[in-house]
């Protein structure tokens, strides 16, 4: 193990005075009476070396990877492990994967390519751009550099439609889902305001495409001019009201007033962009990623945290409102408060969250916990694979680790649409064919029946088989079976590629648990 990642597990579990994973750990515990008595041990090393690596790096690891982190002795082995994961170029693809589909949520080529936007944002993980830079680069870019254009995906391939717009700066950012807020005050929830929803919408109301929303190349214009009006649709009364950019619980925005006549530093014209002196949109930017905006560090942690844990402190991710607390209210301000004093560093938030003995849980249900409450995450949850950790775990299962070639068929079958919210796809028959079947599935299976076949015995092809699959050694029944299917094949290289297959197929591999 390289010298610089031991330094660096020592330094993140033993020399830091305040440690952030215990004081997890401990606000865990204290959300449940009985969480000592009921929750569930530690993972074995088999279970957290597959778990983590689905997380970190969106793979499973190789079976030489699994056989020498179950003979390593060291004390220290699971946070060596993480730091060589996070260091990894499996990191950067992995944190790609949660960026596109939580600000993007899988759109593909428009305005901008989904090559240029994954380039984009491989550069920004690979450096750890702090969260909230990446976010003001996001609203701030106009896409009229082409250099840059990348980073104005997440408005130009939403045509800069403002309803569409302001429903996703408060769910993706704010956690807020806003949308039934467009035409009247929320019926259910009280801090869901018609006016939230139009103070966000006053800082975009005055950009535009230019030269229009059709054209590939368009880029992001302002007016100096516009505000936004609205009225509920139960006011019989029909009054309008103008509200200014503000963010929901915030002050109004102080605005500049140009003086008359210099209101634009490219004032409009035929064919000519126009560019105001004072840009609403900027400050969006700003306002969004504020330090007074605690809503966008909650919101960014909470998200962070579903990544690992597999549901949020805030369950729904964009349903954070009084009537539906955080499950542990006092976690979710440390979390916030400490992800802002690191910089927005998102690295070094996974860090923490992975060193908890709480997400080092096992998967495996106590014999003394009748029920399993969510929210207490006293089991570790087992959550399906997204799309892009399903393609690739097949790839690394069958031999072939680079599962770059399916991923557009894989999201097409277990992805929700471009566009639309990707929280749990639910299971098809779709899904269930194209592993049965398919031939991203299929076309792969004989590179491992290859390897397979050249082992000296039956109980090395079990061992690597199941290592090299499931992340784990089989049980002596498990051996047997893999026996008992070899010694009854016509062909031996078939039988190995449908017990591969099997295990692709079963809920152990489709899951990380």
């Known amino acids: 193990m390289p010298l610089c990642l031991l330094l660096a597990a020592l330094v993140a579990v033993g020399d830091?005075?305040?440690?952030?994973?215990?004081?997890?750990?401990?606000?865990?515990?204290?959300?449940?009476?009985?969480?000592?008595?009921?929750?569930?041990?530690?993972?074995?090393?088999?279970?957290?070396?597959?778990?983590?690596?689905?997380?970190?790096?969106?793979?499973?690891?190789?079976?030489?990877?699994?056989?020498?982190?179950?003979?390593?002795?060291?004390?220290?082995?699971?946070?060596?492990?993480?730091?060589?994961?996070?260091e990894s170029p499996g990191y950067v693809r992995r944190m790609v994967w949660f960026l596109d589909v939580t600000l993007m949520e899988r759109r593909g080529d428009a305005k901008v390519p989904r090559a240029a936007w994954e380039t984009y944002l491989q550069a920004a993980v690979a450096e750890n751009r702090p969260y909230n830079a990446l976010v003001r680069d996001l609203l701030s870019n106009?896409?009229?550099?082409?250099?840059?254009?990348?980073?104005?995906?997440?408005?130009?391939?939403?045509?800069?439609?403002?309803?569409?717009?302001?429903?996703?700066?408060?769910?993706?950012?704010?956690?807020?889902?806003?949308?039934?807020?467009?035409?009247?005050?929320?019926?259910?929830?009280?801090?869901?305001?018609?006016?939230?929803?139009?103070?966000?919408q006053a800082f975009v109301n005055r950009s535009f495409l230019f030269p229009n929303?059709?054209?590939?190349?368009?880029?992001?214009?302002?007016?100096?001019?516009?505000?936004?009006?609205?009225?509920?649709?139960?006011?019989?009364?029909?009054?309008?009201?103008?509200?200014?950019?503000?963010?929901?619980?915030?002050?109004?925005?102080?605005?500049?007033?140009?003086?008359k006549?210099?209101?634009?530093?490219?004032?409009?014209?035929?064919?000519?962009?126009?560019v105001p002196t004072y840009s609403r949109r900027e400050r969006l930017a700003n306002a969004m990623t504020s330090r007074d905006n605690p809503a966008f560090a909650r919101t960014a942690v909470n998200r962070i945290w579903a990544m690992m844990l597999g549901r949020g402190l805030v369950h729904s991710l964009d349903f954070d409102h009084s009537a539906n607390p955080p499950s542990h209210p006092e976690l979710l301000e440390l979390l916030a408060t400490e992800f802002v004093d690191h910089n927005y560093d998102v690295k070094w938030l996974?860090?923490?969250?992975?060193?908890?003995?709480?997400?080092?849980?096992?998967?495996?249900?106590?014999?003394?916990?009748?029920?399993?409450?969510?929210?207490r995450y006293l089991v570790a949850s087992l959550k399906p694979l997204t799309p892009e950790q399903l393609a690739f775990a097949i790839s690394q299962a069958c031999g072939q680790p680079d599962g770059r070639g399916?991923?557009?068929?894989?999201?097409?079958?277990?992805?929700?649409?471009?566009?639309?919210?990707?929280?749990?796809?639910?299971?098809?028959?779709?899904?269930?064919?194209?592993?049965?079947?398919g031939a991203s599935v299929r076309g792969q299976l004989g590179t491992r029946a290859n390897l397979l076949a050249k082992l000296p015995s039956d109980d090395a092809i079990a061992e690597e088989l199941f290592l090299g699959v499931l992340s784990r050694m089989p049980t002596d029944d498990e051996k047997h079976d893999v026996a008992d299917a070899l010694k009854a094949a016509k062909d031996r290289t078939a039988t190995l590629s449908e017990l591969t297959w099997a295990l692709i197929a079963s809920a152990e591999f489709r899951f990380n648990h």
């Open 16 to 86: 830091a005075r305040n440690p952030l994973p215990p004081r997890v750990d401990s606000l865990i515990v204290a959300g449940h009476p009985d969480y000592a008595k009921h929750a569930a041990p530690l993972a074995d090393d088999a279970e957290f070396v597959r778990r983590l690596h689905l997380d970190l790096t969106g793979t499973i690891p190789t079976a030489a990877e699994v056989r020498a982190f179950l003979a390593d002795k060291n004390p220290n082995k699971r946070a060596i492990f993480v730091n060589s994961l996070l």
């Open 142 to 200: 106009d896409g009229s550099d082409p250099k840059t254009r990348p980073a104005a995906k997440f408005l130009l391939d939403r045509d800069l439609e403002p309803n569409l717009v302001t429903r996703d700066l408060a769910r993706i950012f704010l956690g807020r889902n806003l949308q039934c807020a467009q035409c009247h005050d929320h019926p259910s929830v009280d801090d869901y305001k018609q006016e939230e929803y139009y103070g966000i």
């Open 213 to 259: 929303a059709q054209a590939a190349t368009a880029i992001i214009a302002e007016k100096a001019e516009g505000d936004v009006t609205f009225m509920s649709v139960f006011d019989k009364a029909k009054k309008s009201y103008t509200i200014t950019p503000k963010m929901p619980g915030a002050k109004p925005v102080a605005e500049e007033k140009p003086e």
């Open 261 to 274: 006549g210099k209101e634009y530093k490219v004032a409009p014209a035929a064919n000519v962009r126009p």
């Open 350 to 375: 996974v860090r923490q969250i992975a060193l908890t003995q709480t997400y080092q849980r096992s998967s495996i249900v106590p014999a003394t916990l009748a029920d399993v409450p969510a929210d």
């Open 406 to 437: 399916a991923l557009g068929p894989f999201r097409g079958i277990f992805g929700n649409r471009p566009g639309e919210s990707q929280d749990g796809p639910a299971a098809t028959l779709d899904q269930t064919l194209f592993l049965k079947y």
